[in-house]
């Protein structure tokens, strides 16, 4: 039971242009929700998180957006720079219990063209 | 700034054998997560720990125990290794108070166990 979905594997855009990457969620416990970066053989890093009482959070280059009728995320990532490649999980958890787990989707592929 | 900090990076062991991870959190991180994350996977959730009591646990085997020590460095125990339990470990700290939003977790380089 995948309780987040990245529909799109991979994702090819011109350096320079908007990048947008979406996630879907089904369990509507969940409240907090990440991006993260990862280069192969490395560990994820943190780029940027939003708090279900928002419906957006922005940081220089990186914007996510949440529609929580939806059930959707997205990360926009503009201008997207040859840098920005990599495998990019969106994460979701549910603060009511500290520790919990954070599930992770399966990741999208992101290529950035000089 | 210091992160996460796991060893070793990189363990080789034959079947049957037993292994064992440690991770270092970020300093006042209480918080500790567990993940395993086998090649073209996304990482599963092992288990977690809050001020060194178990908070959460996922699919771990029996095989697999982990603990949260007083210093809140955590260790993961693999015994009876398997073929199948090859794959990067990756744990994780974070700040958590109860009854607050969960803030990001960090994570560390992870450690790549390859059993043969």
């Known amino acids: 039971d995948q309780q987040v979905k990245q529909n799109s594997p991979s994702l090819s855009v011109q350096e320079g242009r908007i990048s947008i990457l979406n996630c879907d969620y089904t369990n509507s416990m969940f409240d907090y929700f990440l991006w993260y970066k990862k280069y192969p053989a490395e560990g994820p890093t943190f780029l940027i998180s939003?708090?279900?009482?928002?419906d957006k959070n922005e940081d220089g280059r990186f914007t996510v957006f949440l529609n929580k009728s939806a059930k959707h995320l997205s990360l926009h990532i503009v201008p997207s720079q040859p840098g920005d490649s990599a495998v990019y999980f969106c994460?979701?958890?549910?603060?009511?219990?500290?520790?919990?787990?954070?599930?992770f989707g399966e990741g999208t592929q992101l290529t950035v063209n000089p | 700034a210091a992160g996460v900090i796991q060893s070793p990076r990189h363990l080789i062991k034959e079947k049957r054998e037993t292994a064992t991870l440690k991770c270092y959190p970020i300093p006042r991180h209480d918080t500790v997560y567990w993940y395993q994350q086998g090649p073209g996977q996304d990482p599963q959730f092992l288990i977690s720990?809050?001020?060194?009591?178990?908070?959460d646990k996922g699919s771990i085997p029996d095989r697999f125990s982990a603990q949260q020590f007083s210093d809140y460095h955590s260790e993961l125990n693999m015994s009876s290794l398997e073929l199948g339990d090859s794959a990067l470990y990756f744990c994780?700290?974070?700040?958590?108070?109860?009854?607050?939003?969960?803030?990001?977790?960090?994570f560390g380089q992870g450690t790549r166990l390859t059993v043969v």
């Open positions: 720990f809050y001020e060194k009591m178990q908070s």
């Open positions: 994460a979701a958890g549910a603060s009511e219990t500290s520790g919990s787990r954070l599930t």
């Open positions: 994780a700290s974070s700040s958590n108070r109860a009854g607050t939003v969960n803030t990001e977790a960090f």
């Open positions: 939003i708090s279900s009482i928002k």
